[in-house]
Nanobody, 120 residues
Framework: QVQLVESGGGLAQPGGSLRLSCAAS????????MSWARQTPGKGLEWVAH????????YYEQSLAGRFTISRDNAKNTLYLQMNSLKPEDTGLYYC?????????????WGQGTQVTVSS
């Protein structure tokens, strides 16, 4: 069965960095686009970034572009989110999600989430 397991969250200081990972199994990872989303106290569920199957195309929530970078390693079946210049408002539960196909921006599986807390 499809499994998505996020890791890498934790406590970071404002201005710091974290790298999230999402280990995927149960499907052919390289055949599907993937995304990151987050649940924050102030905004609810918010889409963060999207990457196509081979990593050649990426898309970001406009306010996050330049600080966050989505990437993938198809050989390792792993999705990443590099987060730099973290702000307190980045605090939330971060999820990876599997696209229904190569880039529909519709998602059929979600991980359990990894908590990110940005605080001094």
């Amino acid at each position: 069965q499809v499994q998505l397991v996020e890791s890498g969250g934790g406590l970071a200081q404002p201005g710091g960095s974290l790298r999230l990972s999402c280990a995927a199994s149960g499907f052919t990872f390289s055949h599907y686009a993937m995304s990151w989303a987050r649940q924050t106290p102030g905004k609810g569920l918010e889409w963060v970034a999207h990457i196509y199957t081979d990593g050649s195309d990426t898309y970001y929530e406009q306010s996050l572009a330049g600080r966050f970078t989505i990437s993938r390693d198809n050989a390792k079946n792993t999705l990443y989110l590099q987060m730099n210049s973290l702000k307190p408002e980045d605090t939330g539960l971060y999820y990876c999600a599997k696209d229904r196909s190569r880039g529909t921006f519709e998602y059929d599986y979600w991980g359990q989430g990894t908590q990110v807390t940005v605080s001094s």
